[in-house]
C-alpha cells in the first residue's frame, strides 16, 4: 500500500508496543492477531526499529499480509492484514 | 480397446505409487521445531537464547531448550533446598549462580556490577526481564528439558529447579533425536 492509503486505512486492532523492545512487539502482535477477524487490519506502533523489518518476517511466517508502515515521530506504524 | 484400458490403469496406478512416495516424502520432512542446546549460564548468553526462543515461539514454531551444565544455574530456584548432598556438590551449589537473577556477565561482569548496569539498561529501554522472558515462554509453550546426567555430575537434584508448566528432565540422547527432525537447531 502506499504511504496515503495507509494513513486512510481502516484499522480493526491497535496495538501499542512502544514501551517494549525486541521481541515484544512481537509477542504482543501474537497475542492480539487472535482477536481479530480474518480480513482485519492491524497496526502495531514500536518505537524499535527492528520491529519494521521483523514483522514483515512474521507476517510471511505466519501467511498473513504486510501492507507497509508508516513513521512517525519517534515512532513507526507497522500494518498487517490477517489472512 | 481392451488393450488401451489397461495401459491407461497401469499408467494411473504407476502415477499413484509416485504420488504415495512423494507424500511420505513430505510426513518425513523435517518440522517446523527449534531445539537449543543451552550450555553456557552467563547472563548474555541466557538473554539471547530466551529472546531467539521468544521471537520464534511468536512465529508458531516448536520450541525446546535443553538445559545442561552451567546452564542449570538459570533454571535453580534460590528459595528451594536439596538434602542429602555430599560435600563436592554442596561446594558447587554454592558457588554457582544460585537462580537466573543471580547470573554472571560473560565480558564486563566486573564483580557483579555488570549485571546490574544490564539488568537497569534492559528496564529503561524496554527489554523483558529474564524472570517475565520465563513468564512468556510458559505462557508460549516452550519447553524446557533439564539434562539429567549434567545435573547429577555438579551434584543438582530436583528438588531445587524452578516451577516451570513444560518443564522434563532427559539425556542427550533426546537432544539427537528431536534436532535430527528440526528445521533448525542452535547451540548456546
Same mark, same amino acid.
Given at each position: ?14 496495538? *501499542? ?10 509477542? =504482543?502482535? &501474537? ?8 480480513? *482485519? ?6 518505537? *524499535? =526499529?527492528?520491529?519494521?523489518? *521483523? ?16 513513521? =512517525?515521530?519517534?515512532?513507526? &506504524?507497522?500494518?498487517? &492484514?490477517? &489472512? | #480397446? !481392451?488393450?488401451?484400458? +489397461? ?5 494411473? !496406478? ?11 516424502? $513430505? /510426513? ?50 534460590? +528459595? ?20 537466573? +537473577?543471580?547470573? +554472571? ?42 539434562? /539429567? #546426567? ?16 513444560? $518443564? ?12 535430527? /527432525?528440526?528445521?533448525? !537447531?542452535?547451540?548456546?
Amino acid at each position: 500500500m502506499t504511504q496515503e492509503e495507509l494513513i486512510n486505512v481502516k484499522v480493526a486492532k491497535t496495538v *501499542d508496543a512502544r514501551g517494549t523492545a525486541c521481541p515484544g512487539p512481537l509477542l =504482543e502482535a &501474537k497475542k492480539a492477531i487472535g482477536t481479530i477477524k480474518v480480513g *482485519d487490519i492491524m497496526e502495531i506502533l514500536s518505537a *524499535d =526499529e527492528g520491529t519494521k523489518v *521483523d514483522i514483515p518476517k512474521w507476517c510471511q511466517k505466519q501467511g498473513h499480509e504486510y501492507l507497509g508502515a508508516l513513521e =512517525e515521530k519517534g515512532y513507526f &506504524k507497522v500494518f498487517m &492484514k490477517k &489472512k | #480397446m !481392451q488393450n488401451d484400458g +489397461n495401459i491407461q490403469l497401469v499408467a494411473l !496406478q504407476q502415477e499413484v505409487e509416485t504420488l504415495k512416495s512423494k507424500v511420505a516424502l $513430505l /510426513e518425513n520432512s523435517r518440522k517446523d521445531q527449534l531445539p537449543i542446546a543451552i550450555v553456557s549460564g552467563d547472563l548474555d548468553k541466557i538473554i539471547a537464547a530466551m529472546v531467539i526462543s521468544l521471537a520464534a515461539a511468536a512465529m508458531d514454531t516448536k520450541v525446546r531448550l535443553f538445559f545442561s551444565f552451567w546452564a542449570l544455574s538459570a533454571v535453580r530456584d534460590r +528459595n528451594k533446598k536439596a538434602n542429602g548432598k555430599d560435600i563436592i556438590s554442596k561446594m558447587f551449589g554454592m558457588m554457582l549462580p544460585k537462580s537466573r +537473577n543471580n547470573l +554472571n556477565l560473560s565480558k564486563m561482569n566486573m564483580a557483579g556490577m555488570g549485571p546490574m548496569m544490564i539488568k537497569y539498561l534492559m528496564k529503561k529501554k524496554g527489554v523483558l526481564s529474564l524472570d517475565r522472558m520465563f513468564g512468556e515462554a510458559a505462557a508460549l509453550g516452550i519447553e524446557i528439558t533439564i539434562c /539429567e #546426567m549434567s545435573m547429577d555430575l555438579m551434584g543438582f537434584k530436583k528438588e531445587e529447579m524452578i516451577d516451570y508448566p513444560h $518443564l522434563r528432565y532427559a539425556g542427550a540422547a533426546t537432544f539427537v533425536s528431536e534436532a535430527n /527432525e528440526s528445521s533448525m !537447531q542452535l547451540f548456546i
